[in-house]
């Protein structure tokens, strides 16, 4: 119950209509052997922060913005502070929490709100999510040990969910710029092994795999080309001495024989 209502708070300093958000549970992901397929569907932007984290203690989850990191979990806040301060740091107090950064005004704060939550963050991205945090009522997807928001050219937003138990859940919610676009995703889930369905121009998909299928293919940005010709899995079939085969077609794999 506790992780939940921290999961919660943390929320409160996203900003609602962020374009790109990761929310990461940590501590599960980490430990779990499907550790590295997981981390494979983190946006590329979004890896360094990721990397440069691991030196934190007692992390349990982390949602990332690309102007901020709240961390969440039991944390050494003496250490913390006392790490930044060696470097130069100054602490001072906005709106009740304590910030300590470069006395320089430039480079990423540090935000002690408490012994489970730290937000780092330039000073004014870290303000703002203070200030954002008194008044918002935002709560953030719950339940997933990997949330992912992107957007693309074709894509006005991709929310990507991955829950680990027996066998691996996915989930994608994808808004395209036409209702026809969507319809052609949904009509190609099925060569990933998904279902799907369409509401106006969002598509919302879903499947169950093993372990192992999931490890086969980076799940986020395959679904992502489900609207183009180019959604053909990664793991095709074993090949049959005088059959062609063609993928990628609204109703599956097409076996023809050579005559």
Excluded at 111 to 128: I, W
């Amino acid at each position: 119950m506790f992780g939940f209502l921290a999961l919660v708070l943390a929320w409160k300093f996203i900003a609602p209509d962020a374009q790109q958000v990761v929310a990461m549970e940590w501590k599960r992901v980490l430990d779990s052997p499907l550790s590295a397929a997981v981390r494979r569907e983190i946006p590329p932007v979004a890896t360094p922060a990721f990397a440069n984290i691991n030196f934190i203690e007692g992390i349990e989850r982390v949602i990332w913005t690309p102007e901020l990191l709240v961390l969440e979990g039991s944390f050494d806040l003496l250490g913390l502070k006392n790490m930044a301060m060696a470097d130069g740091g100054a602490s001072r107090t906005y709106n009740k929490v304590e910030i300590i950064g470069s006395s320089e005004g430039e480079g990423v704060r540090i935000g002690l709100f408490g012994e489970s939550l730290v937000l780092l963050g330039e000073e004014d991205a870290v303000k703002r999510a203070i200030d954002r945090a008194d008044k918002s009522k935002f709560s953030g997807p719950s339940g997933y040990d990997l949330w992912v928001r992107t957007t693309g050219n074709d894509l006005m937003r991709h929310d990507f969910g991955i829950r680990i138990g027996n066998g691996v859940d996915l989930t994608s919610r994808l808004r395209y710029r036409s209702e026809d676009v969507a319809q052609t995703a949904v009509n190609r889930a099925a060569v990933f092994g998904m279902t799907g369905s369409r509401n106006g121009a969002d598509a919302a998909l879903s499947g169950h795999f093993t372990r192992e299928e999931f490890a086969n293919r980076p799940w986020r940005s395959a679904l992502e080309t489900l609207q183009t010709a180019e959604s053909v899995p990664q793991q095709q079939q074993p090949s049959k001495p005088g059959v062609i085969r063609i993928y990628g077609l609204d109703e599956g794999v097409r076996e023809i024989p050579l005559k």
